[in-house]
């Protein structure tokens, strides 16, 4: 039996990391008193909210992106590599959850009907995924090829791996985001802006965009957001994969 449909999964996270470069939390930006980062330069607004994101524990990333007429819509917590939550994307529905080295899906059969469906399998195979994995969790290693960049999703360090080149990012006038005050840092060739925090610790508050992936991701519950246990009971991707050869 073949089952490729991962490969949809893996598209969507490379996507999402791809998007939320330098990107952090909100939780602690409450405060009234300036935390003095509207005065500076871009290139230093971006170091301290990579700093800032460095520092976290948790943080809840939640939104929509919508690109090439897919929508992806998230509610996840992020961890130092633990995490877990909910992802619809083009209507199917995932909960994950990242352990290391494991990681956990569970779907319905729905989901993992359409999934096999637009991998081309043939019916039988189409039926036998959606009763296997439909509304059961699925356990695979995090160091999987296909599985790798949906995993950092849940790494709060990895946002900082791919910061942008800062050469077409603009600094505007101090606004507000999601109630909080912030500072935008627009970036002209991505036509996107992320959101630093203007007081308390700098951390993002958030990104929109109105490019080739348009929508807002919002950042909150920083080093508050509770990251779950991993399911008890789950079947084996690999030990599936071996018996069906």
Request: aromatic content about 6%; proline content about 4%; cysteine-free.
């Given at each position: 039996m073949r089952v490729q449909w991962k490969r949809t999964l893996a598209t969507v996270a490379v996507a999402l990391v791809a998007h939320l470069s330098f990107d952090a939390g909100t939780a602690g930006a409450r405060s009234t008193s300036g935390n003095g980062e509207a005065s500076k330069d871009v290139a230093t607004i971006v170091a301290d909210a990579e700093a800032a994101t460095a520092s976290a524990s948790t943080v809840r990333i939640s939104g929509t992106i919508d690109e090439d007429g897919n929508r992806t819509s998230l509610n996840i917590v992020s961890s130092d590599g633990s995490g877990a939550g909910v992802m619809f994307q083009a209507g199917k529905r995932f909960q994950l959850v990242v352990h290391p080295p494991d990681l956990y899906l569970k779907a319905p059969a729905s989901t993992w009907r359409a999934l096999s469906?637009?991998?081309g399998e043939d019916a039988s195979t189409v039926?036998?995924?959606?009763?296997?994995?439909?509304g059961k969790w699925v356990r695979?290693?995090?160091a999987n090829e296909e599985f790798g960049s949906l995993a950092k999703l849940f790494d709060i360090s990895t946002f900082n791996d791919d910061s942008d080149d800062l050469s077409s990012v603009r600094k505007l006038p101090v606004t507000t985001f999601h109630g909080a005050r912030a500072i935008p840092l627009h970036n002209d060739a991505k036509q996107s802006t992320v959101y630093v925090a203007a007081t308390g610790k700098p951390y993002v508050l958030g990104v929109t965009s109105n490019g080739t992936s348009a929508g807002s991701i919002v950042f909150s519950e920083y080093d508050t957001a509770k990251v779950p246990p991993a399911p008890k009971h789950s079947i084996d991707l690999s030990s599936f994969q071996q018996s069906a050869g």
């Amino acid at each position: 039996m073949r089952v490729q449909w991962k490969r949809t999964l893996a598209t969507v996270a490379v996507a999402l990391v791809a998007h939320l470069s330098f990107d952090a939390g909100t939780a602690g930006a409450r405060s009234t008193s300036g935390n003095g980062e509207a005065s500076k330069d871009v290139a230093t607004i971006v170091a301290d909210a990579e700093a800032a994101t460095a520092s976290a524990s948790t943080v809840r990333i939640s939104g929509t992106i919508d690109e090439d007429g897919n929508r992806t819509s998230l509610n996840i917590v992020s961890s130092d590599g633990s995490g877990a939550g909910v992802m619809f994307q083009a209507g199917k529905r995932f909960q994950l959850v990242v352990h290391p080295p494991d990681l956990y899906l569970k779907a319905p059969a729905s989901t993992w009907r359409a999934l096999s469906e637009g991998q081309g399998e043939d019916a039988s195979t189409v039926n036998a995924v959606a009763q296997l994995f439909g509304g059961k969790w699925v356990r695979m290693s995090t160091a999987n090829e296909e599985f790798g960049s949906l995993a950092k999703l849940f790494d709060i360090s990895t946002f900082n791996d791919d910061s942008d080149d800062l050469s077409s990012v603009r600094k505007l006038p101090v606004t507000t985001f999601h109630g909080a005050r912030a500072i935008p840092l627009h970036n002209d060739a991505k036509q996107s802006t992320v959101y630093v925090a203007a007081t308390g610790k700098p951390y993002v508050l958030g990104v929109t965009s109105n490019g080739t992936s348009a929508g807002s991701i919002v950042f909150s519950e920083y080093d508050t957001a509770k990251v779950p246990p991993a399911p008890k009971h789950s079947i084996d991707l690999s030990s599936f994969q071996q018996s069906a050869g």
